[in-house]
């Protein structure tokens, strides 16, 4: 079986980068300098969204995470060459 060591190391780069994008997307950057609140603190802001999102729902970023990844992997097909394994 040939194994090639930079496509091993190389291919999982994209799917880190947007779980990272997707934390800062939701969680809000501050701690890295990035002057974006976070979708949950978003919600807060705004009495109406923080009644239904945050008390009736009770999401926050790590449901936020994870329902965000569940849109863009249902929205997006992943190429094949992601799927394969070595």
């Known amino acids: 079986m040939h194994f090639n060591i930079m496509s ?7 799917g880190i980068l947007l779980m990272f994008a997707i934390a800062v997307f939701t969680m809000g950057g501050s701690d890295l300098g990035i002057p974006w609140p976070g979708l949950e603190s978003i919600f807060v802001f705004n009495e109406y969204t923080k009644l239904f999102f ?33």
Not at 8 to 14: R, S, T
Not at 58 to 85: A, D, E, H, K, W
Request: aromatic share 12%; proline share 8%; charged share 10%.
């Open 54 to 86: 945050i008390d009736y729902l009770r999401l926050n970023y790590i449901l936020l995470s994870i329902l965000i990844g569940m849109i863009i992997g249902n929205l997006f097909t992943i190429p094949n060459c992601y799927c394969q394994v070595c």
């Open 8 to 14: 091993f190391i190389i291919k999982p780069i994209p």
